[in-house]
């Protein structure tokens, strides 16, 4: 049974950081690409970041580039996502997903298959 499970979200200050983290289990973590995407009532689910199975590519929403980041630990079937300079409009449920794509597609929440519960990230102005 595949498990996808977030945390790290919170109540946190503009211009305040947040680290989400994600712990892959029942699946081979380091085959697949990893993406977050956020959500907010009423509207659908968002791109926010993807990175690729090895590491050694990375993708942005224009909103989050410069300052969030995305890495993962394949030996801890951990994928993470650093949240810095947050604004008041990144407020949102965050969840973490598998991509199953072809090196394309990587904003597209058709392309992903298993989802976390999600995470709250509420930001304060």
């Known amino acids: 049974q595949v498990q996808l499970v977030e945390s790290g979200g919170g109540l946190v200050q503009a211009g305040g950081s947040l680290s989400l983290s994600c712990v892959a289990s029942?699946?081979?973590?380091?085959?697949?690409?990893m993406g977050w995407f956020r959500q907010v009532p009423d509207k659908g689910r968002m791109f926010v970041a993807m990175?690729?199975?090895?590491?050694?590519?990375?993708v942005y929403a224009d909103s989050v580039k410069g300052r969030f980041t995305i890495s993962r630990d394949n030996a801890k079937n951990t994928v993470n996502l650093l949240m810095s300079g947050l604004k008041p409009e990144d407020t949102a449920v965050y969840y973490c997903?598998?991509?199953?794509?072809?090196?394309?597609?990587?904003?597209?929440?058709?392309?992903?298959?298993?989802w976390g519960q999600g995470t709250q990230v509420t930001v304060s102005s």
């Open positions: 997903a598998t991509y199953i794509g072809l090196n394309d597609g990587y904003s597209d929440f058709h392309m992903y298959d298993y």
């Open positions: 990175i690729t199975w090895n590491g050694e590519s990375t």
């Open positions: 029942g699946l081979t973590f380091s085959n697949y690409g």
